[in-house]
């Protein structure tokens, strides 16, 4: 099994980012809003305001309890959508059950979804792009997959992210991507379940590329994919948590805010 580096990755296309962020005569905002206290929700913040501040940009954290009522947070975004010093607005989900998510979303300019969970957006979802850069890599490395070959992919997530996921590859790959729906026989296995060790040994076929876009913490405070231990042996290629998809995912939501300026 070999592993998918993503933070290597990120590192590297960090270094150009930062370099054409010292240009800026305004460094660009980020605002995020954060409902409840889902662990994985607030890893993922706190990774995003860390990497801002490496960076030397300026981030705004908004933060609601559980039973917040919509019309605050559509409020707080409207009011977000008219400050100029504002370039992004990013929601962290999932968000509590009793919240219209779709609705939310809708309120953030199309402009400012450096997201991209609008359908509108002006950019490409920053994890569903992280999937394809690591796939692609993935591809390139696997002698009997490649660019010029058809391969197979199965997903394992929410409706929503599967279906934009799925525009995605198709749109990179056309006819050479085909959904799987047995992962046994797939060549790609792409997990966003969250769900500590959902996905098995024997859910997979052996030398598959797995991409584990999971990110979960145990009783004790370890953080970890979707993928068991079996599973991950099995591989041909994983992307590792942490240090795969999730650092690329956050340097793309900076690509998305410093190409906003």
Do not use: C, W
């Amino acid at each position: 099994m070999k592993i998918l580096d993503g933070k290597k990755i990120a590192d590297e296309k960090i270094k150009a980012l930062k370099e054409k962020i010292k240009s800026l005569s305004q460094k660009p905002t980020l605002a995020v809003i954060l409902v409840g206290n889902d662990n994985s929700s607030k890893i993922y913040v706190n990774m995003k305001e860390k990497k801002a501040r490496e960076l030397g940009l300026d981030f705004k954290k908004f933060v609601f309890g559980e039973a917040v009522m919509q019309e605050k947070i559509v409020y707080l975004i409207k009011r977000l959508n008219k400050d100029k010093n504002i370039q992004g607005i990013l929601i962290q989900l999932p968000l509590s059950e009793h919240l219209n998510t779709a609705r939310i979303i809708k309120n953030i300019l199309p402009e400012k979804d450096v997201d991209g969970l609008r359908k509108d957006s002006l950019f490409t979802p920053p994890t569903i792009q992280s999937v394809i850069d690591l796939l692609q890599i993935g591809l390139l490395e696997v002698k009997h997959l490649n660019a010029e070959k058809n391969f197979s992919v199965t997903i394992f997530s929410g409706k929503h992210f599967r279906k934009k996921l799925l525009k995605a590859l198709n749109k990179i790959f056309g006819h050479l991507v085909s959904e799987s729906k047995n992962s046994k026989d797939a060549d790609v296995v792409i997990i966003a379940k969250g769900k500590a060790g959902f996905l098995k040994a024997d859910m997979i076929k052996k030398g598959a590329i797995i991409i584990d876009v999971g990110i979960n913490k145990t009783n004790t405070g370890k953080i970890v994919g979707d993928v068991d231990n079996d599973a991950r042996k099995k591989a041909g290629f994983l992307t590792p948590v942490p240090g795969g998809v999730g650092p690329l995912t956050i340097f793309n939501i900076f690509k998305n805010l410093i190409d906003n300026k």
